[in-house]
Nanobody, 122 residues
């Protein structure tokens, strides 16, 4: 019913920048929160940043001042601008969206993207 497709990952040198995008499509009625998570090898998945439908944002302490989350509600798309990247930012980054579909407009269900690899070399 709903698909999230990420793009923008890749290999970058330390102190470099990348911009991730995640576009939601399908039977969307409304999206509330959107977020980026990441999971490094051998570690638990962690919340990187989130943004509500009215633009309120949250960022993990580890990325504050370096990563910026934003969204385009008209395009059902969330972005993660990553700057001053460090090797410890290496992970699979996945986007999340809470979506109410046209089939059930009263309940928001969680949807996830397939993940995109970000590798930061030292």
């Amino acid at each position: 019913q709903v698909q999230l497709v990420e793009s923008g990952g890749g290999l970058v040198q330390a102190e470099g920048s990348l911009r991730l995008s995640c576009a939601a499509s399908g039977s969307i009625f409304r999206i509330n929160a959107m977020a980026w998570y990441r999971q490094a090898p051998g570690k638990q998945r962690e919340l990187v940043a989130s943004i509500t439908s009215d633009g309120t944002t949250f960022s993990a302490d580890s990325v504050k001042g370096r990563f910026t989350i934003s969204r385009d509600n008209a395009k059902n798309t969330v972005y993660l601008q990553m700057s001053s990247l460090k090797p410890e930012d290496t992970a699979v980054y996945s986007c999340y969206a809470g979506v109410a579909t046209r089939f059930d407009t009263n309940i928001y269900y969680p949807y996830w993207g397939q993940g995109t690899q970000v590798t930061v070399s030292s």
